[in-house]
């Protein structure tokens, strides 16, 4: 089944939001895309989407394809600069895709048209011995702009590389932002590759937000806490972000109101007979408590319900839940038979899916989105997802204890 809240491609595989953007009222989101297969190959392309939420979002064509010196086009970033704009993206070649280059693409008309692929602007420091280099994010850095690159060192140090640039133009590299070695195991593991490292300020804190990648196994999101000088981030705090099997890639973006926001790729959800594989998560608005990063859904999912759902049934396969409790179990039934059930304490929630079971930190209220085959489940402690069998033709929501509020979502 397909997902009717949740980002699928028409057909193809596709993996990493990125260039999430909200201008002349409405959303344009860049995700990696394989538009011929439903696996993962290095031969990637940015493909394009639109709507006015990110609830929304319709697919366009697609804005940058192999060719022209790349052989796949990864992970990157859209930046706006008033009415300029400029694509800075992962060009890899084959067969040693692991070391990319940053290369820039700039819009023919706006983002509804075009993209001309431009220069190489940054390479992977010849000083370091690398065995990866990918993912470009830039911010505004005073009168000017940063640059932040992932990189893996041979000795299994994880990094986040940094240049500088006045103009977008000329960059100049001014070393390694932050780095930790994929031996550190507490308080959380960060592993070898920093995937997508993003840096953000938030509620006084600065924040690297980031996945973790090792030996070529996609782990889960995670990030640390900590203060940016200008050019080196002093962690203070680790922390991981999300739990479960489906979960990586965040891409951070500024909504419309200018907060703060992630959105994930999920991993696990498709139908290959149906030729297409892979999904988005719904948007998160981000929240610091102490030395915690939060992620709580965006109000643009509230913006989505229906009236209040009478003893907890939802004709349909999409809801949103709210279920506040120290310790009880929450039961999903559709169709009559039981589709996901979530036991939890004070502390943790243990999450069944058929056979498959996970346990999952929480606080004492969490927020559940359903979408077909696609289970969210967020607290002040992380999030999860999950992917339900195929369901029946409603919902029906039963907990033993605690306050629960219902609504279907459309």
Known sequence: MRPSLHFTARSGW???????TWRDGEYHAFFQYVPDRVEWAPSCHWGHASGPDLLSLQERAVVLAPGDGDDG???GCLVVDGDDLRIFYTAITEPDFGIGRVRVATPDAGLDGAWVKGEVVVTAPTELDLIAFRDPFIRRDGDGWRMFVGAAGRDGTAMALTWTSPD??????????????????EPVWMGALWECPQFVTLDGGDIMISSVWDADILHYAGYAVGGFDGDRFDA???????????????????DAEGAACLQFWIRGVGDHDAGWEGAHSVP??????????????????????GPLAVDGRVAGLAAD??????????????????????????????VRVGTQQWTVPVG?????????????LSSEAGVFSAVLAPLGDDLHVET???????????
């Open 14 to 20: 596709i993996n990493d939001p990125h260039g999430i």
């Open 73 to 75: 086009i990864w992970t």
């Open 168 to 185: 977008l133009r000329a960059w100049r590299y001014t070393g390694v932002a932050l780095q930790r070695s994929t031996e550190l195991t």
């Open 236 to 254: 203070e705090a680790w922390g991981r972000l999300t739990y479960g099997d489906g979960l990586y890639a965040p891409s951070l973006f500024f």
């Open 284 to 305: 998160y608005r981000l929240g610091l408590e102490g030395s915690v990063l939060t992620a709580r859904p965006h109000p643009d999912v509230a913006r989505h319900r």
């Open 321 to 350: 839940i709210e279920w506040s409790a120290t310790s009880g179990r929450l039961t999903v039934r559709s169709g009559g038979a039981e589709a996901v059930t979530v036991d939890k304490d004070d502390t943790d929630a243990v």
């Open 364 to 376: 004492a209220a969490v927020r559940i989105i359903l979408d077909g085959p696609v289970f969210e």
């Open 400 to 410: 033993t204890a605690g306050t629960t509020v219902v609504y279907p979502l459309s």
